[in-house]
């Protein structure tokens, strides 16, 4: 096939980052394939069906396509198990690159998504792990975080006084767009944070001097952080998120990098630019 023919297969496209996946690759004029299980139709995008539970819907959303975008399928216990499969099969089908989304917090052979960023350089000689810190998008749309600011002003953490490099989705889904299109993939993996790295009390004084209401932070121990996350998420991936607050309370997500500048040509949006822009988002 004429590589100008060829799609980029994003999975999650209707998704925080997938959505702007899709967006930007459509907007530079790339073919694209909005993979989803339903396949909702999106802007300058072929909506095609897929479904990380149903090999069947695999073969058509492959069809064509030498790049793909990867979001892990949500909640899954053991991502491994499902995705391999998949990734094997995409390769035979041609799929020359792999961009997978991962965490910051999961790194190579970690838990989780880890197990699949590590077999990902044995599978495709073009790929990239994105291990983007905390969304700028969690205090907006349906995160529990926003229902909160929303419901009471408060955001409930196993964080204490711990910082985060909070990032944007849009410049998760520029880097992203970068290690996609590229003439030389990345292949190895990259770290995205926003410009600052802010405690969730920093984010409520923020949230609370751009809206005009006020928001606090509450400070949970790591027990309560599970047992309420346990109420609305299997009990596993509920310790694992409580596991995430605490690293962070111990320092572990303190820290910047300029992933975002070095690969895109621009700095990282602030999050107070942020929440400035979404003002109409945050309240209540």
Known sequence: MNPAEEFTLVIGATGTTGSRVVAQL???????????RRATPVDGATAVRFDWDDPTS???ALEGVDRMYLIPP??????????????RQARAAGVRRAVLLSSSAIPEGGPA??????ALPGLFAE??????????????GDHAHA?????????????????????DADDIAAVAVHALTETSAPNTDLIITGPTALSYGDIAAILTQ????????????????????TADMPAEFAAMLAGMDRAI??????????????????PPRGFRAFAERETGRLRV
């Open 26 to 36: 459509a907007a530079a004029g790339r073919r694209v394939k909005a993979a989803g």
């Open 58 to 60: 695999f073969e058509g």
């Open 74 to 87: 949500l909640g899954a216990p053991d991502p491994a198990a499902v995705m391999l499969p998949f990734l």
């Open 113 to 118: 998504v880890g197990q699949v960023h590590r």
């Open 127 to 140: 790929w990239a792990v994105l291990r983007p810190s905390w969304f700028m998008q969690n205090f907006t």
């Open 147 to 167: 229902r909160t600011v929303r419901a009471d002003g408060t955001i409930r953490t196993a964080a204490g006084e711990g910082r985060v490099g909070f990032v």
């Open 210 to 229: 751009v809206t005009g209401h006020t928001v606090t932070h509450s400070q949970l121990s790591y027990e309560q952080m599970r047992d309420r996350l």
């Open 249 to 266: 309370a111990d320092g572990a997500e303190d820290r910047t990098t300029d992933t975002v500048e070095r690969l895109t040509g621009r």
